[in-house]
């Protein structure tokens, strides 16, 4: 097991934003985990980062424990984010964004083949190199993001609401050159997302989020149908099930 | 005609000077949000470094006594190895507090280092004369004499400029200051270390600082324990007329206060000309109210706007 | 603001032996009037005994802190209530002792000294405490005016603004020799001040403090100190209840400057830059920013180690020799206890909480607390 996320607490203040949850990563899987709108994804996220602190609970990454670990340790062991709102730097230009994270690295020459591979998945990023990043476009700069992270050659690489703001057909293009990724060089992900339809496609397993507890998890092939991932999506219960008239 | 370089000269070498304390405190400030009270009494300390460390009425010269280059070389250490020693042990434990909090302790410090001076140098002003020889270079032009020291400090102010560029543009660690003061949570994300960037910013603005009081030195051959203050005053709010985490904000910010005020100087009527700091403060309340952002809009505020 | 007061009280730990049942109208007061009833009592003790006991340089220290203690509770009111840090309230520190002078010295030395004030003011003399009350309200007034302008800023620029409006003040008093004598001293205020006459000042404004900060205003800009934008929707007028808790302090500091012009006797302008700024303010961070006592505390604790550190400087006898603490040594004792209790307690020694009831029978407090907020 490549990640593992045992039973975490986190606080915000003394607001738990997340409690008890745990989510496991095999190598070279796509696990996703959905859920509506503050329901812990992004804290659960961040929190395996090392941005935040679990208050209970541990994350071990192939089998070191991280908890508490600060974020640019974490990202020395092999986990790169892509955070949601991208956060590229603007001031930045292309190349320099890109590269940002292969200081890290010490393989010079691999460096320089991982960012051919870039230019070549993202021909627009190599077009526009010279170019101050804030200047692409949305979709643009999710490939930019995504690149980025590529470039730190993770281990896992973890992905927040990648959708987010991005016309459908370019949110097609971005879960393609995931999937892609995944079966070319066999990079493990865990992406978050609040729709889960398109997650559902793309991922091995899934897990369900909700008020900052984990309601669901299973292979996607089981979930295929979404009935019950809509159940615990919105937390209908049994006996009020039908009275949901919600479109998913 | 004469008289009006001398103006302009005079206001080019002052604007450079607060330009290189503006930008000692826009580096600190883009990458920690810290606004640094202290870098003022880092200057001072900068020129008190020269002397020997002794109570006494007068200066005994120490550091001030070596050879240019290495005078230069030792000063910039040891205001460096201060820098450092205040970020390990009180910006480094503050480091997740409030920018409010922050600002209080680089108050605190600078609290502490204007008193140390006063306890180990004592707070009477010792004069000590440095590089004498530059202001009494002059050159005829026209019917004024123009001293080199002015023009030196414009110089000396272009070069390091350019060389603070050159080191952000094209250096890798200078693009990971520039990463991390934009987005630090980010660049740690992507593994910029935390502590080594910040070190790195407090280095630079120590180095800036020990420029800054060696030519000022230069410039008044006196030594006093706040004399850093009212640079660093003028050096705040230019950071704030320029944008606050701009450093090329901090650049026109320190050249347009020195600029404002030595125009206004040279060009208000004499019964007005005492209050001319008055206007100068008032400014920096008209462009906080007006343009929130500084002169210069930070690609790091717009994308927090 | 008022829940968590509530949910901090309910906390705190009530295993005091001690059970003073209040149930006479006028215990439930007292008990909801506590912390500025509990502090008018310490002060009083504290004045009382060194007002008796001590000697001439310690009555003139214990002026002197109270003094501060005042101008921290000033402070208090602006900062604890709008959360926004001022750089600038020694400029009405000074506003107020001027305002005071211009009116109290006598006619001959304000013609000698002073010759730029209006006829009016050169001509008539004005009793004391008229014009510390009034030179409060000259204070109030300024902040109005700059007020209006400045609070209209939020968080970091705000207090960028308060530090550009102290150092307005500054500069333009420096220069405006006809009613400062500028960089010069202003001699010739009459001697008034001293702890007891202090202490009234300190008690009034520490019982209106407290009830502002539990009145509709006070929570108000609570309320958009703690989320200006959630306070905002909730149709808080975000600049107005600053302005009105900036107004406020700005009285009190400029009464605690007029009170200050009439305890030395003479007048610089130099005194009211950035070290006192800096005293005043490391005496409320120290206490605590969000409560009273907060302020009360951090104040006595800071001015007692002031005192404790100038005995230290005077120097003691150690067998021969005499040990004594260069200049500035207690300045660099006061910086380093500030950044200590900074980095390890940051909320203050009040942890910005202020100091109920120590006695059990809560339930009772509460219900009287709540009728006043």
Known sequence: MLLKVDNITVHYGRLAAVR????????????????????????????????????????????????????????????????EGRHVFTSLNVEENLR???????????????????????PVLGERKRQPAGKLSGGEQQMLVIGRALLTRPRLMTIDEPSLGLAPKIVDRVYEVLTDLRNRIGLTLLIVEQSSERALKAADRIHVLRSGQIQLSGNAADLRDGEKVKQAYFGFTEGVKHEGEVAF | M??????????????????????????????????NFAHGDFITLGAYALIVPAYGPNAIRFIADFPAPLLIICTIL???????????????????ATAA????????????????????????????????ELTEIKFLVGDVEIA????????????????????????????QMRAAAEDFKMARMLGVRANFVISLAFVLSAALAAVVSLLFEAQTGILMFRMGTPLMVFAFIATVIGGMGSLVGSVVGGMTVGIVSSVLQAGLPAEVRGYRDVFVFGLVILILLVRPQGLVLSRAARERV | MAMTTEGNSAQRPTSSRFTIEAKSPFMLQVRAWWPPVLWSIVLLIIVAIIMLAGGPVLQKT???????????????????????????????????????????CCPRTKKLFIPGLPEYLQTHQFPFLVSVVVSGLLAAVVALISGSVLMRLSGIAASIGTFAFLMVMYSFYLRWDPWTRGASTMTGLPVETNSWVMLPFIVVVMFGAFLYARSRYGLSAKASRD??????????????????????SAFIVGMAGALFGHFLGILTVDSFGLPLTFITLSMLVVGGMQSLSGAVLGSIVISALFEALRQLEVGFNVGESVIALPGGGREVGIGILMLIILIFRRNGLTANQEIYWPFRGDAAAKTAMSRKS
């Not at chain 1, 961040?46 to 990454?61: A, M």
């Not at chain 2, 002052?14 to 503006?22: Q, T």
Request: proline share 3%; with cysteine; charged share 15%.
């Open chain 3, 62 to 104: 214990l002026t002197d802190a109270l003094i501060k203690l005042l101008v921290v509770v000033g402070l208090y009111v602006f900062i604890g209530n709008s959360g926004i840090l001022s750089f600038g309230h020694i400029g009405f520190m000074m506003i107020g002792a001027y305002g005071a002078a211009w009116m109290t």
């Open chain 3, 227 to 248: 989320d200006e934008v959630a306070s905002k929707a909730a149709g808080v007028n975000v600049v107005g209840q600053r302005l009105l808790s900036f107004v406020i």
């Open chain 1, 20 to 83: 008890n949850v745990s989510v496991e990563v095999n190598e070279g899987e796509i696990v996703c985990i959905v859920g509506p709108n503050g329901a812990g994804k992004s804290t659960t996220l961040l929190t395996i980062s090392g941005i935040l602190s679990p208050t209970e609970g541990t994350v071990t990454f192939s089998d070191r424990n991280i908890t508490g670990m600060n974020p640019e340790n974490v990202a020395r062991m092999g986990i790169s984010q892509v955070p």
């Open chain 2, 2 to 35: 004469g008289y009006i370089l001398q103006v302009i000269i005079d206001a080019l070498s002052l604007g450079s000077l607060y330009a290189l304390a503006a930008l000692g405190i826009g580096l600190l400030f883009g990458v920690l949000r810290l606004i």
């Open chain 2, 148 to 175: 080199l020291l002015p023009i030196l400090i414009v110089a000396v102010t272009l070069i390091l400029l350019l060389l603070l560029v050159l080191f952000l543009k094209r250096t890798p660690w200078g693009v």
């Open chain 2, 78 to 96: 040891v205001i460096v190895a201060i820098a450092l020693i205040s970020e390990f042990l009180i910006f480094r434990p503050l480091r997740y």
């Open chain 1, 100 to 122: 940002i994270g292969t200081r890290m690295r010490r393989d010079r020459a691999e460096i320089e083949r991982d960012f051919q591979m870039v230019l070549e998945m993202f």
């Open chain 2, 101 to 132: 909090t922050l600002m209080v302790g680089s108050f605190a410090l600078s609290f502490v280092i204007q008193n140390l001076i006063i306890m180990i140098y004592s707070g009477r002003p010792k004069s000590l004369n440095l590089w004498s």
